[in-house]
T-cell receptor, first 115, second 113 residues
Framework: DTGVSQDPRHKITKRGQNVTFRCDPI?????LYWYRQTLGQGPEFLTY????????KSRLLSDRFSAERPKGSFSTLEIQRTEQGDSAMYLC?????????????FGPGTRLLVL | AQKITQTQPGMFVQEKEAVTLDCTYD???????LFWYKQPSSGEMIFLIY??????QNATEGRYSLNFQKARKSANLVISASQLGDSAMYFC??????????FGQGTELSVKP
């Protein structure tokens, strides 16, 4: 049983560029979450999918952010016109209502640095 | 609004001793879940233990146990027989009814040899 995977693990970009991150959840997990974590803080919720439907979006998710989960499998998170304040760790998690407490299992994260 | 509070920014413990990491929460929902995650320097969040709001007994997972005091709204993590590999950030989290997790600020645990 492979865990949650994320790609790339690290991304350095210049301000104003677009970036896209990918998350592959644990197979058969129908729920997928994106979180953002800045230095010294706990992760903050960005958005949540159940199958292919995006059910909730945080106010943190500005118009420059968009997430998709076509066919209810992998998900992508795109940031357009990146700003230095977007520098953070982007974490993806997946869960299944069949697991105890609907526990979310996290991937290794994508570290983004915007110069 | 739901909130998680971890008041210990950093903790030290001697190898092989037990340590308690504090977590208090605030919610008006009768049904909720509480989680602890470990985050080593590599960055990955590792699930440790889960406690449901209706669970009568404290959760245990190997060397980890959760001291759940519902009336006090606390869910402290107890790590027994600390190991050097336990050095990491530890986050307490609460699941909202719709599914997302609310995290605390974290506690950095350092295990001394």
């Amino acid at each position: 049983d492979t865990g949650v995977s994320q790609d790339p693990r690290h991304k350095i970009t210049k301000r104003g560029q677009n970036v896209t991150f990918r998350c592959d959840p644990i197979s058969e997990h129908n729920r997928l979450y994106w979180y953002r974590q800045t230095l010294g803080q706990g992760p903050e919720f960005l958005t949540y999918f159940q199958n292919e439907a995006q059910l909730e979006k945080s106010r943190l998710l500005s118009d420059r952010f968009s997430a998709e989960r076509p066919k209810g499998s992998f998900s992508t998170l795109e940031i357009q016109r990146t700003e230095q304040g977007d520098s953070a760790m982007y974490l993806c998690a997946s869960s299944s209502p069949k697991s105890q407490g609907d526990t979310q299992y996290f991937g290794p994260g994508t570290r983004l640095l915007v110069l | 609004a739901q909130k998680i509070t971890q008041t210990q920014p950093g903790m030290f413990v001697q190898e092989k001793e037990a340590v308690t990491l504090d977590c208090t929460y605030d919610t008006s929902d009768p049904s909720y879940g509480l989680f602890w995650y470990k985050q080593p320097s590599s960055g990955e969040m590792i699930f440790l233990i889960y406690q449901g709001s209706y669970d009568q007994q404290n959760a245990t997972e190997g060397r980890y146990s959760l001291n759940f005091q519902k009336a006090r709204k606390s869910a402290n993590l107890v790590i027994s027989a600390s190991q050097l590999g336990d050095s990491a950030m530890y986050f307490c989290a609460m699941r909202e009814p719709r599914g997302k997790l609310i995290f605390g600020q974290g506690t950095e645990l350092s295990v001394k040899p």
